[in-house]
């Protein structure tokens, strides 16, 4: 009588082993759980979906959706395909779990700000950015220091000095070497007004620089002691593991395999125990009162962030593995 349960226990045991030695690193654990390119782009989409909850609100997902099919295993034998359907999105939630232990743990580092673009100014008036920084010396006198305003300046003497030389010089000018003339000083104008700006876009640059450093700074994400919540992704990992792995002795094993499902069913609060302690320890983190409105913002913040950090590693992996 007992032996499938012994069988189905060591199945749960060995799996897990499995997993988590593989789960050391990114490439390690994705040879391991073997998600095709379309499975892993397919994951991405379904995080970005999670727009209300962010990662906890796909986590919730996969977990409900697995779990209140096996209510009727309390009646009736599942169906193979309808078990194994649930096989891939779990391998999924694996993924996820056990990618966001990564980046908590350092071993994935987060996404680095991305260098401010120059922003374009080819086709700016001259006269709108000479009254910009006229703008700015009146609001800060100390502007003026800056070596692109100074280099903007320098740049609009010799304009004002090349344009006093050719009004000088016009009155003598052939009627048919004027038109040579204009060409000739309007290349040097030219020149000048290149020069003014690509010292804005210089200036233009630093500040957006400046200004992406300070929200860098500012992110709570990169604030909060991450590491803390390792060991919870571990256990949620652990535990969704036995759920896989018990999905899948029953597909292969289909004698006396009811109870096991049935089991699983029952322990649905404490799978979504796992996610509301996750939420909680996020409301610790962000160091304010656990009930308190802001802290549950702050929670719901960082389960945002995670999101991102998590479609941008899975995305990658899906690039990688399409090129192999």
């Given at each position: 009588?007992?032996?499938?349960?012994i069988?189905?226990?060591?199945?749960?045991?060995?799996?897990?082993?499995?997993?988590?030695?593989?789960?050391?690193?990114?490439?390690?654990?994705?040879?391991?759980?073997?998600?095709?390119?379309?499975?892993?782009?397919?994951?991405?989409?379904?995080?970005?979906?999670?727009?209300?909850?962010?990662?906890?609100?796909?986590?919730?997902?996969?977990?409900?959706?697995?779990?209140?099919?096996?209510?009727?295993?309390?009646?009736?034998?599942?169906?193979?395909?309808?078990?194994?359907?649930?096989?891939?999105?779990?391998?999924g939630?694996?993924?996820?779990?056990?990618?966001?232990?990564?980046?908590?743990?350092?071993?994935?580092?987060?996404?680095?700000?991305?260098?401010p673009?120059?922003?374009?100014?080819?086709?700016?008036d001259?006269?709108?950015?000479?009254?910009?920084?006229?703008?700015?010396?009146?609001?800060?006198?100390?502007?003026q220091?800056?070596?692109?305003?100074?280099?903007?300046?320098?740049?609009?003497?010799?304009?004002?000095?090349?344009?006093?030389?050719?009004?000088?010089?016009?009155?003598?000018?052939?009627?048919?070497?004027?038109?040579?003339?204009?060409?000739?000083?309007?290349?040097?104008?030219?020149?000048?007004?290149?020069?003014?700006?690509?010292?804005?876009?210089?200036?233009?640059?630093?500040?957006?620089?400046?200004?992406?450093?300070?929200?860098?700074?500012?992110?709570?994400?990169?604030?909060?002691?991450?590491?803390?919540?390792?060991?919870?992704?571990?256990?949620?990992?652990?535990?969704v593991?036995?759920?896989?792995?018990t999905?899948?002795?029953?597909?292969?094993?289909?004698?006396?395999?009811?109870?096991?499902?049935?089991?699983?069913?029952?322990?649905?609060?404490?799978?979504?125990?796992?996610?509301?302690?996750?939420?909680?320890?996020?409301?610790?983190?962000?160091?304010?009162?656990e009930?308190?409105?802001?802290?549950?913002?702050?929670?719901?913040?960082?389960?945002?962030?995670?999101?991102?950090?998590?479609?941008?590693?899975?995305e990658?992996?899906?690039?990688?593995?399409?090129?192999?």
């Amino acid at each position: 009588m007992m032996e499938p349960m012994i069988e189905l226990e060591k199945r749960i045991s060995g799996d897990w082993i499995d997993l988590r030695e593989a789960a050391a690193d990114l490439y390690s654990l994705q040879d391991f759980l073997k998600l095709p390119a379309p499975a892993l782009t397919e994951l991405a989409s379904a995080l970005k979906l999670a727009v209300e909850g962010g990662e906890l609100e796909y986590k919730e997902s996969v977990l409900r959706s697995v779990l209140n099919s096996l209510e009727s295993a309390k009646y009736q034998s599942l169906a193979g395909e309808d078990i194994d359907a649930h096989l891939r999105p779990l391998e999924g939630l694996l993924l996820v779990i056990l990618v966001q232990k990564l980046l908590c743990l350092g071993v994935l580092p987060q996404a680095r700000p991305k260098s401010p673009e120059a922003p374009a100014t080819e086709d700016l008036d001259v006269n709108l950015i000479l009254k910009d920084i006229r703008n700015r010396i009146q609001a800060n006198p100390e502007a003026q220091k800056h070596p692109a305003v100074k280099n903007i300046y320098l740049q609009l003497a010799l304009y004002q000095k090349e344009k006093q030389k050719m009004e000088e010089l016009r009155p003598n000018i052939k009627p048919d070497k004027r038109a040579t003339f204009q060409e000739n000083f309007q290349g040097a104008f030219e020149q000048v007004f290149e020069s003014i700006r690509k010292n804005y876009a210089a200036l233009l640059t630093e500040e957006a620089a400046r200004a992406q450093e300070a929200r860098s700074q500012e992110d709570l994400f990169r604030q909060l002691p991450l590491k803390g919540l390792s060991p919870l992704l571990t256990e949620q990992a652990r535990e969704v593991s036995r759920l896989r792995s018990t999905l899948a002795y029953t597909l292969e094993d289909k004698y006396k395999t009811r109870d096991p499902l049935v089991r699983l069913y029952q322990e649905k609060p404490f799978f979504l125990k796992l996610l509301e302690r996750e939420e909680a320890v996020y409301r610790q983190l962000c160091r304010g009162p656990e009930v308190s409105a802001a802290a549950r913002e702050c929670a719901l913040q960082v389960s945002f962030r995670f999101r991102e950090e998590l479609v941008r590693v899975i995305e990658r992996l899906a690039r990688s593995e399409e090129g192999r």
